[in-house]
């Protein structure tokens, strides 16, 4: 933002008319733009931290009985590039590239690298470690697709997470060391990944304020604030052509975790795009919705960070779109799948998704005594039939009545109190029935 230049100094006078007019135009041109940087985005220039012009600093480490070695290359993003060349020998370990770099870290911060690879896929791992060298942060991203191309990483603070180490001061705020790390995942193998340019770069405290948002459409476009604005009453909707935009201005660059729409009944998309744009110009898109049902749509986006966000509406159930809420989601709300579904669980009616999404269920393994995968069933008759897999929850449809979890009483026990051969005894409120875990 470029400000008018300040007036020169003038000699002080008695005060005019003219002089008291220009006065409140000056104060309130400050006014103007304290509110403007209040809510205006600073960005700092970037701190390269290294961009591997030398090597001198860095060394290659590894588990036994993998390879691991470094080299400078040239064709990189900005110039040379680090290159980490690793092979597995078919087992289990990791390939690293660390140095010692001193760093003070900011109270908001977002670290950056680019990175490419000719490998399979494998983790990723980024780490910071303390003066001690037992404390250490990191991202972990496991199954990383590496790609031919330059792919640039960007972690902000809130993302480095603590992973192991006796502090219990989990912020950091001083790193000795950085590593960049390959790790065996699904894609094993050997091969080679590239880095460059390391940087840091401060940010702005997050106030929790943000500007109002603002909604334009495509056909009445006057009304479509209506779905920003929860006491409207009414909601936006469309004429009768079934493409339209419907646009919202955040007010500054924002981060978020989702999105939350509701549709009017019988008037709701059934196909749009979710789209992102810096400038209202070029737009990018960044999930598809296809055969939806209107009413509530919940959607996920992990991490995200525009200044303006479309939605590209191109079929309907009616005659018109009409949408009711229009509402941002915070970053924890879609940070992981779990948070996601946690989310959804809490704002509907209870029993309607499993209860592990709201409490801590009992959990029992079953199989065949000495099988190589057993399962797990729950107090409530779900099974995960394999570690880390999908799970059956079970339902019943009664005289047109849906009973689940949230419908039963439970209490669980032990054969004769100690032996490891659990049961449950639920009444079920809606039929009275008693039933215990023998199927007695």
């Known amino acids: 933002?470029?400000?008018?230049?300040?007036?020169?100094?003038?000699?002080?006078?008695?005060?005019t008319a003219s002089g008291e007019r220009a006065g409140v135009r000056g104060r309130r041109l400050v006014a103007l733009c304290a509110v403007i940087f209040a809510f205006a985005p600073i960005f700092a220039a970037a701190e390269i931290l290294d961009d591997f012009d030398s090597l001198s600093p860095w060394t290659a480490e590894h588990t036994n009985d993998t390879r691991a070695a470094i080299a400078r290359i040239g064709g990189g993003k900005f110039g040379h590039a680090l290159r980490l060349a690793f092979d597995f020998n078919g087992v289990i370990g990791y390939a690293t590239a660390r140095r010692a770099l001193a760093l003070d870290l900011p109270p908001n911060y977002e670290l950056s690298f680019w990175v490419r690879g000719d490998a399979a896929a494998n983790a990723l791992q980024f780490k910071l470690t303390d003066a001690s060298g037992e404390n250490v942060w990191w991202i972990n991203r496991p199954d990383?697709?590496?790609?031919?191309?330059?792919?640039?990483?960007?972690?902000?603070?809130?993302?480095?997470?603590?992973?192991?180490g006796p502090t219990q001061q989990r912020e950091l705020k001083h790193a000795a060391t950085i590593e960049f790390v390959v790790a065996s995942g699904s894609g094993?193998?050997?091969?080679?990944?590239?880095?460059?340019?390391?940087?840091?770069?401060?940010?702005?405290?997050?106030?929790?304020?943000?500007p109002q948002l603002r909604a334009t459409a495509s056909s009445n476009a006057a009304a479509a604030q209506r779905a920003i604005d929860t006491n409207a009453g009414e909601p936006w909707c469309s004429d009768g052509r079934?493409?339209?935009?419907?646009?919202?201005?955040?007010?500054?660059?924002?981060?978020?975790?989702?999105?939350?729409?509701?549709w009017q009944a019988g008037a709701g998309a059934t196909r749009y795009d979710v789209e992102f744009s810096d400038d209202a110009k070029t737009w990018r898109r960044v999930r598809s919705v296809r055969d939806g049902n209107g009413g509530d749509d919940a959607l996920r986006l992990p991490e995200s960070e525009t200044r303006y966000l479309r939605l590209a509406l191109h079929a309907r159930q009616g005659t018109h779109y009409c949408l009711t809420q229009f509402a941002l989601r915070d970053l924890a709300w879609g940070a992981t799948p779990n948070a996601f579904f946690a989310a959804l669980a809490h704002d509907a009616p209870r029993g309607d998704y499993p209860r592990g999404l709201l409490e801590q269920p009992y959990w029992t393994l079953v199989g065949v005594d000495g099988g190589a995968t057993p399962a797990l069933i729950s107090e409530d008759g779900a099974l995960e039939p394999v570690k880390g897999g999908?799970?059956?929850?079970?339902?019943?449809?009664?005289?047109?009545?849906?009973?689940?979890?949230?419908?039963?009483?439970?209490?669980?026990?032990?054969?004769?109190?100690?032996?490891?051969?659990?049961?449950?005894?639920?009444?079920?409120?809606?039929?009275?029935?008693?039933?215990?875990?023998?199927?007695r």
């Open 144 to 164: 990383f697709a590496f790609t031919h191309t330059w792919q640039q990483i960007r972690i902000k603070q809130r993302q480095l997470e603590f992973a192991w």
């Open 390 to 439: 999908f799970s059956l929850e079970p339902f019943l449809l009664l005289d047109g009545r849906l009973v689940s979890w949230a419908d039963v009483s439970a209490t669980q026990s032990l054969r004769d109190g100690y032996l490891p051969l659990p049961s449950i005894c639920s009444v079920a409120r809606a039929c009275c029935q008693v039933t215990d875990g023998s199927g």
């Open 188 to 210: 094993g193998g050997k091969g080679t990944v590239d880095f460059d340019r390391l940087e840091l770069r401060t940010l702005p405290p997050d106030s929790g304020v943000h």
């Open 242 to 262: 079934p493409e339209q935009a419907f646009d919202v201005d955040f007010g500054a660059t924002r981060e978020f975790g989702g999105l939350a729409l509701r």
């Open 1 to 15: 933002m470029t400000l008018p230049a300040a007036p020169h100094a003038q000699p002080p006078s008695a005060p």
